[in-house]
């Protein structure tokens, strides 16, 4: 009885990773799929993706267009992630605040927290003169080529900032951080002034400025970012303005979290 027991466990814990492997395949690059195309993303056989789909569609995981033939993300997906998405702390304390500062800014506002190796953007808001065809939320991002980033892993030892981003460093502009020297320079300029910057490093045209957020120990938890096309932006005149309201919004999130520096100071 216990070996068939086990054996159905392993069954079942094979199908929910290959299920998970095909949910996965769906991207921002590749938001559709045919059945063909997952099957080659995910090495399973055609008959295995073919029964799985069917379940999944069954199941609300994922859409079905018989027309074409494309399946997408389902609607359960989008309620397991607004559910998450509102379990967080972070979220609860700094949506309201981003909200109303992209609306009185008219430039971008974003909230992120840092995964493993990468930043995740959990509250983005669109000011009038910042506008996105599409929203950040859920999204990922580089630790080194973005103000979030650098705000997030200012404190970080800088034996685990190399463990984090490596020795090879992913560049998208001219203007993006090369090594860990340049790194560790930049953060240590996040430190002295509170915020950071990012020109140009990500992408060109746009740049952004970012506070850190702490949680009740002091520990960065987040960070808040105003960012927005450079003539939106406008940093050579601006950036004084911009950074203390930054670290302002950044630092009354902090407070609602339970973060009060007095209390905290030797």
Not at 195 to 209: D, K, P, S, V
Request: aromatic share 4%; glycine share 10%; with cysteine.
């Amino acid at each position: 009885m216990s070996r068939v027991s086990a054996r159905e466990s392993a069954g079942g814990t094979q199908s929910v990773e290959r299920a998970m492997s095909l949910l996965s395949a769906f991207t921002e690059e590749h938001p559709e799929r045919r059945t063909s195309e997952l099957v080659a993303a995910t090495g399973l056989g055609q008959s295995t993706v073919s029964r799985l789909v069917g379940a999944l569609v069954n199941l609300g995981f994922l859409s079905h267009d018989p027309r074409s033939g494309l399946y997408g993300v389902g609607p359960r997906v989008v309620t397991l992630a607004g559910i998450g998405l509102n379990q967080s702390p972070v979220h609860q304390q700094s949506r309201q605040l981003a909200q109303n500062l992209a609306a009185s800014l008219g430039l971008g506002v974003n909230v992120a927290e840092r995964h493993e190796t990468g930043l995740f953007y959990l509250c983005h808001f669109e000011g009038a003169n910042a506008p996105r065809p599409s929203t950040l939320i859920g999204r990922g991002g580089p630790l080194h080529a973005t103000a979030l980033g650098k705000a997030l892993i200012c404190e970080l030892p800088p034996e685990e900032i190399c463990s984090l981003i490596g020795s090879e460093y992913a560049r998208y502009t001219p203007h993006t951080i090369a090594g860990v020297d340049a790194l560790l320079e930049a953060l240590a300029e996040v430190r002295e002034r509170g915020y950071a910057t990012e020109l140009e490093e990500l992408a060109f045209g746009r740049t952004c400025l970012a506070a850190p957020i702490r949680g009740r120990s002091g520990r960065i938890v987040a960070a808040l970012s105003v960012s927005g096309p450079l003539s939106a932006m406008n940093v050579s005149t601006r950036q004084t303005e911009l950074s203390m309201t930054v670290i302002e919004h950044a630092d009354q999130i902090s407070s609602n979290l339970g973060y009060h520096a007095a209390l905290l100071s030797p």
